[in-house]
């Protein structure tokens, strides 16, 4: 009974609900509120083919903040905070491979339908600038690699939560899906997506994750998405104020479909009551080239821009 009980949870949870995890108390102590960079790039231009618009963008202080009620004039690729580069460092004392970087989000972000494309397909990687190339073959193995932090319906909650694997991925169930991560990839950077599958506690289910990775000496990398399943757009708002907080890159995905027909959205026949929350071909074309986009623009910076 005991078994069938696990299975019809796992089943439930990997229906994409809105409450797919237990509650976690969450460190109290906050570290002070930092000032975020403003732009450097103006929004990457919208096509069917991958315009690339970034290059390296350099480490550097502004007087100006952005104003987080603001975020949806943020820019896509997001400007790089100087002290970006003691964490790496720090990272790397501790054993994160500099040539690793993870993802944490929900089906979107799959290797199939996210980057997975830049080393399964040839043609994809020989069409990219040579600087996007170098990135790929510098990162090579982590843009098509699958893990317990990528999967369907994944929410905040579920990356903290010791079943959400299923003891797949190399993980034990003595770890959540991000301890896992962090101990068998090892990667210097994380690419946060996640809050279409949401839930009540998610920035504080957020907040321990960036913590959590900042003291493993990991850069996370928060992101903005396309929906508003919340109908509030209280995700991609919090999301922007984490990123003020703690004066992390965001990478505004939301800002690069703006001008697409519902942003790129449309509802899937086999999953009607979830509504408009999957990215069409030109949205995921834009969600793939922005992405990369925005980790060259943070690697180069807190590695190639050294004083």
Not at 156 to 175: D, I, K, M, N, V
Not at 180 to 202: A, M
Not at 278 to 297: F, K, M, P, S, V
Request: net charge negative; charged share 20%; proline share 9%.
């Amino acid at each position: 009974m005991k078994r069938v009980l696990y299975i019809v949870v796992c089943v439930f949870l990997a229906a994409c609900s809105a409450e797919a995890a237990p509650t976690f108390s969450v460190p109290t102590q906050r570290p002070p509120t930092v000032v975020v960079q403003p732009p450097t790039l103006a929004p990457t231009p919208r096509s069917k083919s991958p315009i690339f618009t970034a290059s390296p963008i350099p480490i550097s202080q502004f007087p100006t903040p952005l104003n987080p009620a603001d975020w949806k004039n943020f820019p896509v690729i997001p400007a790089v905070d100087p002290s970006l580069q003691k964490i790496y460092q720090r990272g790397l004392s501790l054993g994160n491979d500099p040539h690793a970087f993870s993802i944490f989000g929900d089906c979107q972000t799959s290797p199939d339908e996210f980057f997975g494309v830049f080393e399964t397909d040839p043609a994809s990687m020989e069409s990219l600038p040579p600087e996007f190339r170098q990135m790929v073959e510098y990162f090579n193995g982590s843009f098509n690699r699958e893990s317990s932090t990528t999967q369907d319906g994944t929410t905040p909650g579920s990356l903290l939560w010791t079943q959400w694997h299923r003891g797949e991925y190399g993980c034990t169930f003595a770890e959540t899906p991000v301890e896992c991560e962090l101990r068998t990839h090892r990667p210097s950077f994380v690419i946060i997506q996640v809050g279409t599958h949401f839930e009540s506690r998610n920035t504080e289910y957020l907040r321990r994750i960036i913590l959590q990775l900042m003291d493993e000496g990991v850069i996370p990398i928060l992101a903005t998405k396309a929906d508003n399943r919340e109908k509030d757009e209280r995700i991609n708002r919090d999301m922007t104020l984490l990123a003020a907080e703690y004066d992390l890159p965001l990478w505004n995905f939301w800002a690069a479909v703006s001008d697409l027909p519902n942003r790129g959205l449309y509802t899937r026949k086999d999953r009607p009551l979830q509504g408009d929350i999957y990215l069409t071909d030109e949205a995921a074309l834009i969600h793939r080239t922005t992405g990369l986009e925005a980790l060259n623009a943070v690697w180069r910076a807190v590695t190639l821009n050294k004083k």
